[in-house]
């Protein structure tokens, strides 16, 4: 039955869409079997998109959870679409981020708005959180810089931030635009985030670990963990 049940979720384009194969929400008939007809869980997928068009930026995102890492990322900040690409590859999600903004000024305007967005999706996402895993702890090392990313998606904004970069540019990039992008995703995603930089010498090489580090731990807080039933809190509600 088993089986039956896995050729016809092929069949409804559902494989490969959810953690583990696994699929969870209204239901589907699968029909296994003549004269039986077997109802599995099925969840929608985990993903978001928005447009955000103000005076200063016009941004379109999208954002898939349960990804396999492939970004498409056209911005006018470079610098910052290789962090996300780092981002998204290492968190196994999936990416597509156009955006354009007022850079004859400077980035600020550009990486705060991708920065809102990302949060946006990220919530719309996960939905009622229902499963997943909800804390995570990584660090990811980069050459001679060590950077950790703390996480919790507990629907409580809180960003803490400790990072002293030896330069304040990597090419164009100002380095106090990494606060800003991180602190305004985890206030729209409504996830508490805690972001350390242990040491470093080279700035590029920190900032990365911070990326890599972020994807990463955003992968483990929101994977689904069979044994979670509702949600992993003790109100009952995320």
Not at 151 to 171: K, L, T
Request: with cysteine; glycine share 8%.
């Amino acid at each position: 039955m088993a089986e039956q049940v896995d050729k016809n979720a092929k069949q409804a384009g559902l494989e490969g869409r959810y953690p583990g194969g696994s699929v969870n929400a209204d239901a589907v008939d699968t029909g296994a079997g003549e004269g039986l007809s077997v109802t599995e869980p099925v969840s929608r997928a985990r993903v978001s998109s928005v447009a955000r068009k103000t005076n200063e930026t016009d941004i379109e995102l999208s954002f898939g959870v349960d990804g396999t890492g492939v970004s498409e990322l056209e911005t006018d900040v470079p610098f910052l679409n290789h962090m996300l690409d780092l981002f998204a590859k290492h968190g196994q999600f999936d990416l597509k981020v156009q955006a354009r903004g007022d850079v004859d000024i400077d980035d600020h305007h550009t990486v705060e708005d991708i920065g809102i967005c990302l949060g946006q999706t990220l919530r719309e996402a996960l939905g009622d959180k229902k499963g997943i895993k909800r804390y995570a702890s990584v660090f990811i090392p980069m050459d001679e810089a060590l950077a950790q990313v703390i996480i919790d998606v507990s629907n409580r904004p809180h960003f803490e931030y400790r990072a002293e970069y030896p330069s304040q540019q990597v090419g164009s990039f100002t380095t106090e635009l990494v606060h800003e992008f991180l602190w305004k995703f985890a206030l729209e995603a409504r996830i508490t985030l805690h972001v350390i930089v242990h040491y470093g010498r080279n700035t590029h090489h920190m900032v990365e670990a911070v990326f890599k580090a972020l994807g990463r731990a955003l992968d483990e807080a929101t994977s689904i963990d069979p044994r979670v039933k509702g949600v992993p809190s003790t109100k009952g509600v995320l």
